[in-house]
């Protein structure tokens, strides 16, 4: 888990008097109680995000090419093999 640049310990607290739905209010006071109910509570903290203007670190790139994974597989010969080539 990567650290946190902000502070969200009363993100509840700070969307209520940005939402008007009444099912939004009990979730944001009293918590979920549903898996589902936990998806939106996600959702709700998603928006607060969004609207304090808080973005997640992008994902690191761990892409590779067929020619890079060709090349791992050359290397391995039975003789350098740690599996004797099995």
Known sequence: MTTKTYDDSNWREELI???NSKKE???????????AQSWL???????W???KG????????????????????EEYTPETDPYGGY
Not at 55 to 65: G, H, L, R
């Open 25 to 35: 209010l009990e979730l944001l006071e009293n918590g979920p109680h549903s898996l």
């Open 54 to 73: 808080y973005k997640d670190p992008e994902p690191p790139d761990c892409q590779s090419s067929m020619s890079e994974f060709l090349k791992k597989q």
């Open 49 to 51: 995000k969004k609207m």
């Open 17 to 19: 008097p940005y939402t």
């Open 41 to 47: 509570m996600g959702a709700l903290h998603n928006k």
